[in-house]
């Protein structure tokens, strides 16, 4: 797996390409981390390259959105690809995340 | 002792080597002196023949030349009796040597009346000249050797050398001149003056040589005779060739013929009856007599001072061998000392005795080294099998840890499946395969009352012991909450609200559970964020259910659940999995898919619960057929009322 972190606008942007299993996911945590360390509180995360996620990534992600809520944080996902889609629509995530189609639309919106 | 060996074969090698060179640098010493010394030898053996020779000619000299002066003398003309009576005197008195002389003439040459003339005048034994005349019938001189060799070979011989008889058996030898007359143009032979002379000087002149210590000399006559020698029985009585012949030494007869034909150098003898030992001769011919002078040295006087000399480096060397032998023992042992009690600690290490103690060295060369390394290995090897043993026994003991709580946690997944003759109402069965030891799936079911069954199948997230205890707490809380009459919808939400509390792990776990009316088919469900189960009806064909939208449980707090409802008829099933089926990866790294799930279900020719459960996990193995498990994979089958029995509900 392979993770990017840009700054666009106010937001931090995390782009992750390839599989998030129990033994990457642990980097997505990492790479999070380190924005919220330099202040950001915003984070928009491109799944335009991400093929598959388990329930680890799923936590994963989890995690951070907790720990963003209690810093009054926001964190929106864009670009699923349907598999990912997939995953999320029946996990629920999707309705408790805010995901949007592009990451135009998602720096738009948030 | 191996290193007996490592010693030994230093010494042998270095003694080896510097005997190799000493021999080699030795022995051409030692043929450097003795080419030397024969160089020498040829030198001073050829100096002295030749004086010898010399001295010797002189004194034949002195007898040669008066006899050819008056052999000229006598060519001149006529001679008185008188005349020829004072010729001979002079000649005899001339030379305390000479015996006598004598001079004779052919028939009637002298005077006309005599047939025979020969006057002789001699030395007696008192030393006083004698005179007489010779010839008659008894002394018919002219066919005697001194008279006709020299008249055939028209030239002045010496005799070879003789005992007279007469004489008192000394040694003798005779040089004849002829001499001539001048007469109409033409030379006539007149006659012979012969001198003897004694050779008594001649020995005398060859054993006084000084031919070293225990060196010789000898001289041989024309046809080989001993003349003189120092074993005294071979004089007269032997020829050099006899003395060959008698030892069989076929170099000895070249080498006289050699000598007789005037031939001069240094020859080898080998040891004969000449010499003994073996020696070395040196001979050079006299041209006057035609004999030939031998000076013979035996070798070992000749080579005796290099040979002493040799010994002595030899024994020099020897004993420096003998000292250097003992030294490189001594610095062997010394070297392989510290290298043998290595190899006795080592060999004890290598048997797996770790604590032995290697020796203390303290020479800072490669052997220090050596051991100190070694030291340092066997105390890193000490602590890496310490740290193996400890980390295998803690790896053990975790193992069977792990067993122990795989044991516990499949002890509390209900095994019991109520078999259908017992209420004849439904058929309940599932199985649960863990990735590893302990998983993160969960199955559970539980009559509520006697019309209402409830069951539940859950996916913890991740897996392994986090998941596993998850798995527990969620299992333990649905069972304490679910009642009868509560609504699958409120027996998620009350659970989910349970599981966020303290969840700072922020794990979850999808649910989906339903609850069965036994008596009218009808079955009320909910979901949480779980894959939705497959509906098969005994005659209407299979399909998904349609579930409702529900987060995960242990993810907020106010996540709300919905109820659905359908009607089961007798004999339909519902089936309920995990993800681990459809997402169960072949080794070509296709997942098995709810496609083929669908396919495999709707293919499926099994009636019973149990059958078609066993029928998809096997599915599902030969699927992934070798590839690791990577997720849990968990199967539940539940008929309504019987697959054969009646159609319509009670």
């Given at each position: 797996?392979?993770?990017?972190?840009?700054?666009?606008?106010?937001?931090?942007?995390?782009?992750?390409?390839?599989?998030?299993?129990?033994?990457?996911?642990?980097?997505?945590?990492?790479?999070?981390?380190?924005?919220?360390?330099?202040?950001?509180?915003?984070?928009?995360?491109?799944?335009?390259?991400?093929?598959?996620?388990?329930?680890?990534?799923?936590?994963?992600?989890?995690?951070?959105?907790?720990?963003?809520?209690?810093?009054?944080?926001?964190?929106?996902?864009?670009?699923?690809?349907?598999?990912?889609?997939?995953?999320?629509?029946?996990?629920?995530?999707?309705?408790?995340?805010?995901?949007?189609?592009?990451?135009?639309?998602?720096?738009?919106?948030? | 002792?191996?290193?007996?060996?490592?010693?030994?074969?230093?010494?042998?090698?270095?003694?080896?080597?510097?005997?190799?060179?000493?021999?080699?640098?030795?022995?051409?010493?030692?043929?450097?002196?003795?080419?030397?010394?024969?160089?020498?030898?040829?030198?001073?053996?050829?100096?002295?023949?030749?004086?010898?020779?010399?001295?010797?000619?002189?004194?034949?000299?002195?007898?040669?030349?008066?006899?050819?002066?008056?052999?000229?003398?006598?060519?001149?003309?006529?001679?008185?009796?008188?005349?020829?009576?004072?010729?001979?005197?002079?000649?005899?008195?001339?030379?305390?040597?000479?015996?006598?002389?004598?001079?004779?003439?052919?028939?009637?040459?002298?005077?006309?009346?005599?047939?025979?003339?020969?006057?002789?005048?001699?030395?007696?034994?008192?030393?006083?000249?004698?005179?007489?005349?010779?010839?008659?019938?008894?002394?018919?001189?002219?066919?005697?050797?001194?008279?006709?060799?020299?008249?055939?070979?028209?030239?002045?011989?010496?005799?070879?050398?003789?005992?007279?008889?007469?004489?008192?058996?000394?040694?003798?030898?005779?040089?004849?001149?002829?001499?001539?007359?001048?007469?109409?143009?033409?030379?006539?032979?007149?006659?012979?003056?012969?001198?003897?002379?004694?050779?008594?000087?001649?020995?005398?002149?060859?054993?006084?040589?000084?031919?070293?210590?225990?060196?010789?000399?000898?001289?041989?006559?024309?046809?080989?005779?001993?003349?003189?020698?120092?074993?005294?029985?071979?004089?007269?009585?032997?020829?050099?060739?006899?003395?060959?012949?008698?030892?069989?030494?076929?170099?000895?007869?070249?080498?006289?013929q050699d000598m007789i034909r005037g031939g001069e150098g240094l020859v080898a003898l080998e040891g004969n009856p000449l010499s003994r030992a073996r020696a070395w001769m040196y001979y050079a011919p006299m041209s006057s007599t035609g004999w030939s002078l031998a000076i013979v040295i035996p070798e070992d006087e000749l080579y005796s001072d290099i040979r002493r000399l040799g010994r002595q480096v030899i024994l020099i060397g020897l004993g420096g061998l003998l000292l250097m032998s003992v030294l490189i023992v001594v610095i062997a042992n010394r070297i392989t000392k510290p290298l043998r009690s290595l190899a006795c600690s080592t060999v004890d290490i290598a048997r797996g005795n770790l604590d032995t103690e290697l020796p203390g060295i303290r020479t800072g060369d490669e052997i220090g080294r050596l051991t100190a390394s070694f030291a340092s290995m066997r105390v890193a090897l000490k602590e890496y099998i310490t740290n193996l043993t400890e980390t295998t026994a803690a790896k053990e003991k975790y193992e069977s840890e792990l067993k122990i709580a795989r044991s516990i946690q499949m002890s509390f997944l209900?095994?019991?499946?109520?078999?259908?003759?017992?209420?004849?109402?439904?058929?309940?069965?599932?199985?649960?395969?863990?990735?590893?030891?302990?998983?993160?799936?969960?199955?559970?079911?539980?009559?509520?009352?006697?019309?209402?069954?409830?069951?539940?199948?859950?996916?913890?997230?991740?897996?392994?012991?986090?998941?596993?205890?998850?798995?527990?707490?969620?299992?333990?809380?649905?069972?304490?909450?679910?009642?009868?009459?509560?609504?699958?919808?409120?027996?998620?939400?009350?659970?989910?609200?349970?599981?966020?509390?303290?969840?700072?792990?922020?794990?979850?776990?999808?649910?989906?559970?339903?609850?069965?009316?036994?008596?009218?088919?009808?079955?009320?469900?909910?979901?949480?964020?779980?894959?939705?189960?497959?509906?098969?009806?005994?005659?209407?064909?299979?399909?998904?259910?349609?579930?409702?939208?529900?987060?995960?449980?242990?993810?907020?707090?106010?996540?709300?659940?919905?109820?659905?409802?359908?009607?089961?008829?007798?004999?339909?099933?519902?089936?309920?999995?995990?993800?681990?089926?459809?997402?169960?990866?072949?080794?070509?790294?296709?997942?098995?898919?709810?496609?083929?799930?669908?396919?495999?279900?709707?293919?499926?020719?099994?009636?019973?619960?149990?059958?078609?459960?066993?029928?998809?996990?096997?599915?599902?193995?030969?699927?992934?057929?070798?590839?690791?498990?990577?997720?849990?994979?968990?199967?539940?089958?539940?008929?309504?009322?019987?697959?054969?029995?009646?159609?319509?509900?009670?």
């Open positions: 797996m392979e993770i990017e972190r840009y700054k666009q606008d106010r937001f931090c942007v995390i782009q992750v390409k390839g599989r998030m299993d129990a033994v990457s996911a642990p980097e997505f945590e990492t790479a999070c981390a380190k924005c919220m360390e330099q202040g950001d509180t915003a984070f928009v995360v491109d799944l335009a390259g991400l093929e598959y996620i388990s329930s680890a990534g799923l936590r994963a992600m989890l995690v951070v959105a907790k720990k963003l809520k209690s810093n009054n944080g926001s964190i929106s996902f864009c670009s699923l690809t349907p598999t990912v889609e997939r995953v999320f629509s029946i996990s629920g995530f999707r309705s408790m995340f805010s995901v949007h189609d592009s990451l135009t639309k998602a720096l738009a919106n948030s | 002792m191996k290193n007996r060996g490592l010693a030994f074969k230093l010494v042998a090698l270095i003694l080896s080597g510097t005997a190799a060179v000493f021999l080699t640098a030795f022995s051409y010493y030692y043929r450097c002196s003795e080419k030397s010394v024969m160089a020498n030898v040829e030198k001073n053996t050829r100096n002295l023949a030749h004086s010898t020779v010399h001295e010797i000619e002189t004194v034949l000299m002195g007898v040669e030349k008066p006899a050819r002066n008056f052999a000229t003398l006598l060519s001149m003309g006529r001679q008185e009796t008188d005349d020829v009576a004072r010729y001979t005197e002079c000649i005899s008195s001339s030379n305390p040597e000479i015996f006598g002389t004598a001079i004779s003439f052919e028939p009637y040459a002298m005077d006309r009346q005599s047939y025979y003339f020969l006057d002789y005048c001699y030395r007696e034994a008192d030393g006083r000249l004698a005179r007489t005349r010779l010839g008659s019938d008894s002394y018919d001189y002219f066919t005697l050797d001194w008279y006709q060799i020299p008249k055939v070979l028209d030239r002045a011989t010496w005799s070879e050398p003789y005992f007279d008889e007469g004489g008192g058996n000394i040694m003798m030898a005779t040089f004849s001149v002829p001499f001539y007359r001048e007469m109409d143009g033409t030379r006539e032979f007149q006659g012979i003056i012969c001198v003897d002379i004694s050779l008594l000087w001649l020995k005398n002149i060859v054993s006084a040589l000084k031919v070293y210590q225990t060196g010789h000399a000898f001289l041989i006559s024309r046809n080989g005779t001993f003349i003189t020698h120092p074993y005294s029985s071979l004089i007269m009585g032997h020829t050099v060739f006899s003395v060959a012949e008698g030892s069989g030494d076929d170099s000895l007869r070249r080498i006289g209900p095994k019991r499946f109520p078999p259908i003759a017992e209420k004849g109402n439904f058929e309940i069965f599932a199985r649960l395969e863990p990735a590893r030891e302990i998983g993160g799936d969960l199955y559970d079911f539980s009559l509520l009352d006697d019309d209402h069954i409830f069951f539940a199948v859950g996916d913890v997230s991740d897996k392994g012991i986090p998941a596993a205890l998850f798995m527990a707490v969620v299992k333990t809380l649905m069972k304490g909450i679910a009642e009868a009459g509560m609504e699958p919808s409120e027996i998620l939400k009350k659970t989910n609200v349970e599981l966020c509390r303290d969840n700072d792990s922020m794990m979850f776990v999808t649910v989906f559970c339903g609850v069965l009316d036994l008596k009218t088919g009808s079955l009320r469900y909910s979901n949480a964020g779980h894959d939705p189960p497959i509906i098969i009806r005994r005659d209407r064909g299979t399909e998904w259910l349609a579930v409702p939208d529900g987060l995960v449980l242990g993810a907020m707090e106010e996540s709300d659940y919905e109820t659905k409802e359908i009607e089961l008829r007798p004999g339909d099933k519902i089936l309920v999995y995990t993800d681990g089926v459809t997402e169960a990866m072949s080794p070509g790294k296709e997942l098995y898919s709810e496609v083929r799930l669908m396919e495999a279900v709707k293919s499926s020719s099994s009636d019973s619960a149990e059958k078609l459960t066993l029928e998809i996990m096997d599915a599902v193995v030969e699927f992934a057929s070798g590839a690791p498990q990577s997720d849990d994979i968990t199967v539940l089958a539940l008929t309504f009322g019987s697959p054969k029995g009646p159609l319509v509900a009670q």
